[in-house]
């Protein structure tokens, strides 16, 4: 495989401005996600930048960084968009969606959830395990439900799978096969990627194997003032 990591950005966002300029320890959020990035040592670094800004803060962080069209309806569409713009002839058949308000992250899970895609999937995915019956029962907490060899049934924000046992909650990294991105982003959004907000589903629906990989960690994404605390909280601890 000859991988890819694109980071899609965007300053944009209801909940928290500016999202990818906000300091921590004194640098953006792009900067150390661009950090992580190359520390998964998985192939190069791009940053899918819908303004200025971000693309100027990504390079002073040593990445390459490529604007997309700020209309662009998704961090997926934003990626493939970077990726032909980068590689128009196709050198790379693997690129990895590494959305960029995921800082405490850890770079060797980047790196396993590269690995999981070897095993004949189109795109490949992480969970975490928990038996918090607050993550089971919380919607903003996204549910994987998989079979024995790692093959995801689906995903939903309903309590599931039923029964004892933990819930595998998704962790928001994609790592597609070329030609997998290329249709995903070509079809409509699906019914139930509508209905639950996962556009995940939309590769279900269109008949894509999605294989997922476990890691003990929950890399929790910044999407709140209070998420920002805590992504800053422990960066300091680094």
């Avoid at 500016?18 to 921590?24: F, G, R, T, W």
């Avoid at 929950?218 to 992504?231: C, I, N, Q, R, Y």
Wanted: aromatic share 4%; charged share 25%.
């Amino acid at each position: 495989m000859n991988a890819v990591i694109v980071i899609p950005a965007r300053i944009a966002s209801t909940r928290l401005p500016n999202k990818p300029l906000a300091d921590i320890g004194g640098r953006p959020m792009i900067a150390w996600m661009a950090d992580l990035a190359r520390a998964a040592d998985v192939g190069p670094v791009l940053v899918a930048a819908a303004e200025r800004e971000i693309s100027e803060a990504a390079e002073r962080a040593g990445v390459e960084a490529v604007l997309t069209d700020p209309a662009l309806p998704s961090g997926s569409d934003r990626v493939h968009a970077a990726l032909n713009a980068l590689d128009p002839a196709g050198r790379f058949d693997v690129v990895v969606n590494l959305q960029g308000d995921m800082p405490t992250m850890r770079a060797a899970d980047v790196a396993r959830a590269v690995a999981a895609l070897k095993h004949g999937a189109d795109i490949a995915t992480l969970v975490s395990p928990s038996n918090d019956p607050a993550d089971r029962n919380n919607p903003n907490v996204v549910k994987a439900i998989r079979a024995a060899d790692g093959r995801c049934l689906a995903f939903t924000r309903a309590p599931a799978p039923w029964g004892d046992g933990p819930v595998d909650r998704h962790v928001g990294i994609y790592v597609y096969r070329r030609d997998a991105l290329a249709r995903f982003v070509a079809a409509p959004p699906s019914p139930l990627e509508m209905r639950e907000k996962l556009e995940q589903l939309r590769a279900l629906e269109m008949g894509m194997t999605i294989r997922a990989d476990a890691i003990e960690d929950f890399p929790k994404g910044v999407d709140s003032p209070a998420d920002l605390e805590a992504a800053r909280a422990i960066l300091a601890g680094l």
